[in-house]
Antibody, heavy 114, light 109 residues
Framework: EVQLVESGGGLVQPGGSLRLACVAS????????MRWVRQAPGKGLEWLAN????????NYVDSVKGRFTISRDNAKNSLFLQMNSLRADDTAVYYC???????WGQGTLVTVSS | QAVVTQEPSLTVSPGGTVTLTCGSS?????????PYWFQQKPGQAPTTLIY???SKHSWTPARFSASLLGGKAALTLSGAQPEDEAEYYC?????????FGGGTKLTVL
């Protein structure tokens, strides 16, 4: 069974940092591009970033470029999102998804508030 | 960044047919935008119904179909069921980046 399990969310102050993780199982992680998507409370989905199979190519939406970094560890079947300089409008549920969005995680909530 | 537009809300009768559309601010939507369609119910993660314009996953109900129509991506639901009431999002690719539409709230009533 394919599973994506996100973790690392929580409450953080504006300007702070957080590192999200997504652990994959049930498929060959190193064969898939991976991506992060977020959803602010009561709002729609927002595409954030993707990363290719070996981590050599990364793409970001303009609103997080320079603040967020996507990375992966294929040996540990894990995807990461390092989030720095967090702002109130980064408050959202963060989802990881595999290639062709065939599977999504359950999401992890990040709340940026003082 | 491109803007992807969807109808904010639509209503369909049980057993009826409805078409949701997905447009791009940059011009006509083509297969090169690799349109995706997702369904999301309250409190749940999205599920992917359609990938790359019109391909279905094994779990996609047969009553859903998708195509390119009039310069937009389109998702057609034929024979709507009460459980189809949900938010539907499209996603278009612009090079290596994706942009979601704002979503369509579909009511089955």
């Amino acid at each position: 069974e394919v599973q994506l399990v996100e973790s690392g969310g929580g409450l953080v102050q504006p300007g702070g940092s957080l590192r999200l993780a997504c652990v994959a199982s049930g498929f060959t992680f190193s064969n898939d591009w991976m991506r992060w998507v977020r959803q602010a409370p009561g709002k729609g989905l927002e595409w954030l970033a993707n990363i290719n199979r070996d981590g050599s190519e990364k793409n970001y939406v303009d609103s997080v470029k320079g603040r967020f970094t996507i990375s992966r560890d294929n040996a540990k079947n894990s995807l990461f999102l390092q989030m720095n300089s967090l702002r109130a409008d980064d408050t959202a549920v963060y989802y990881c998804a595999r290639d062709q969005y065939r599977s999504w995680g359950q999401g992890t909530l990040v709340t940026v508030s003082s | 960044q491109a803007v992807v537009t969807q109808e904010p809300s639509l209503t369909v009768s049980p057993g009826g047919t409805v078409t949701l559309t997905c447009g791009s601010s940059t011009g006509a939507v083509t297969s090169g935008h690799y349109p995706y369609w997702f369904q999301q119910k309250p409190g749940q993660a999205p599920t992917t119904l359609i990938y790359e314009t019109s391909s279905k996953h094994s779990w996609t109900p047969a009553r859903f179909s998708a195509s390119l129509l009039g310069g937009k991506a389109a998702l057609t639901l034929s024979g709507a069921q009460p459980e189809d009431e949900a938010e539907y999002y499209c996603l278009l690719s612009y090079g290596a980046r994706g942009v979601f539409g704002g979503g369509t709230k579909l009511t089955v009533l």
